[in-house]
């Protein structure tokens, strides 16, 4: 056999171990988006859509199954969390890549690589003995809180976004900004007007992980949000998001009953809200 047949028999076999993967991989999906659409299917049906994704009471066996309190504490926890990941990591990704010297900056990234390999239970433990006594003692009441746990998951992703986005930094071509220099422009006004700008597409990248990890934590959060259903306006009040319902929930809910099935409703809903922010901020990078 030829050196060339044996090159076209390895291309076949490949070839057919990609076909077989990309078969799997697809048949997994189908079988996925098959039980949450079956569940999902038979909560709304037996309740109706309105009492289901906007009804305020939780109490399966009652025949209460309203999302409401948890889709809420899942935006407002994850909208705070961003908001701290971006304004800390943010500047720390400028200042790793452009704001101190390179062994300097080599010793940083390593930090914030090892940073973002502690488990979110540490995170948690953090939280619960750094961030609940400090709502405590600001802000009154028990200190678990729907404020604590978005403070505690956006420390928790602040490592994500910065070296991320130092990542997006470093990859700006340097003649970019030699003619920004060239052309006048200031240190600071090259590295804001031209570095950021340039930039920006893989900040919006490091946004989109970010966000995905906002929606999908459990563990950290569950440890300092005070695991309460209740639908409130009070940051400092005890809460519940979709992830940390379904952690708690699931010994009094298992699958097969209403309670599980309402379970597997948030779940279809974390799946749904984590493509459509992911559609959205792709948008905002640029893409189709």
Known sequence: MSVHQRNLRTEARQRHLF???GGVLAFLLAAL?????????????RYGILP??????????????????????????????????????????????????????RVLTAALAGMMAIPSVLWGWWGLDTVVPAVRAGFGGPGFSLLAAGLTLGVMLVPTFAALGAEAVAAVPEIVEDAARALGATEDQTLWSVTVVAALPGFVRALMVAAGRALAETMAVQMVIGGQPNLTLRLTAPGSTL???????LSASPPGTPGGRALTVMAALLLAGTWWLARELKRWEGGP
């Open 19 to 21: 076909l077989a993967a």
């Open 33 to 45: 988006l098959a039980w949450f659409a079956r569940d999902t299917a038979a909560v709304l049906s």
């Open 52 to 105: 289901v994704l906007l009804g305020t009471r939780w109490a399966p066996h009652a025949g209460w199954v309203g999302l409401l309190p948890f889709e809420w504490g899942t935006a407002v926890v994850g909208v705070l969390a961003l908001v701290v990941a971006v304004l800390l990591g943010g500047p720390l990704a400028v200042v790793v890549r452009r704001r101190v010297p390179p062994a300097v900056g």
């Open 243 to 249: 992830t940390t319902a379904i952690l708690t929930q």
